[in-house]
């Protein structure tokens, strides 16, 4: 007599479950007697990871371990044998990178991982002199006439970007630090970590200036000296008037009492 497993089909000389493809426990008579058989289910439990299968494979497909033990499909007792992982003998490794990533994500913020977008630019330096104003003028009002300059000599507008502007100050100030304080020793971080927004290759210089803020009477009248002083050199001219989207200019008075001026554009 020949019987058939109903749930994959193999035959077999004899009823003798369960089924060696599939493992179930179902046949019914090839011959087409309508009498068939049933026997309870079974399935194989990993000793290991409590992972089921449908029939006796020769390794857990959940962890590899090479021991299964067979168990009737719904036995209450199966929870109490076999001690499946908790979350925290799985979620570890997880805990463990998530940990990492709020370290790394709290030392950008303190600003110790300069990350570009994230706690901000550098800090400038220190340097000698004067950061914002001299001889009674507002050396940001300069900074902004400047640009209104530039503008008017080329007859475009560009963006005011903050990560440039953050790049020129940074880079005015350690210029003056370098030449007028001895003991500094700084450098200027990448470009990268002021993050700017460039449409084109980055592009800039510093100078130190003749022209002296106290020998002009008013913001615009200093930003229109700085200007042509500044547009009569190659380098900075073709900056000024070439190719770019966004610019920036930093001026900082030297304790000389002379300009220095970053320019950057890009």
Known sequence: MTWRCTWCGREYDADDPP?????????????????????DSYVWVCENCGR??????????????????????????????????GYLDVGWPYLLGAGV?????????????????????????????????????DLRTVEGELRGEFEAERGTERDRDDGLSALATYAVRHDVATRY?????????????????????????????????????????????VAADLLERDAVERLVTGEAGAEAVAVHVTPDGALAVAYVAC
């Open 181 to 225: 304080d001895p003991d500094y020793e700084g450098e200027i971080p990448e470009v990268r970590a002021f993050g700017p927004d460039c449409a084109t290759e980055l592009g800039g210089d510093v100078v130190e200036l003749s022209v002296r803020p106290d020998a002009y009477d008013g913001e615009a009248a200093l930003a229109e000296a």
């Open 52 to 85: 089921e299968h449908v029939k006796n494979a020769k390794i857990c497909t959940g962890c590899s371990h090479p021991s299964l033990a067979k168990r009737p499909v719904g036995g209450d007792d199966l929870a109490d044998e076999l001690e499946a992982p």
């Open 101 to 137: 990533v709020v370290a790394v994500v709290a030392l950008a913020l303190a600003g110790a991982i300069p990350v570009p977008g994230v706690g901000g630019p550098p800090a400038p330096p220190e340097a000698p002199g004067e950061a914002t104003t001299a001889a009674g003028l």
């Open 19 to 39: 089924c060696e493809t599939c493992g179930r426990e179902s046949f019914e008579r090839v011959d087409g007697d309508s009498s068939a058989f049933e026997t």
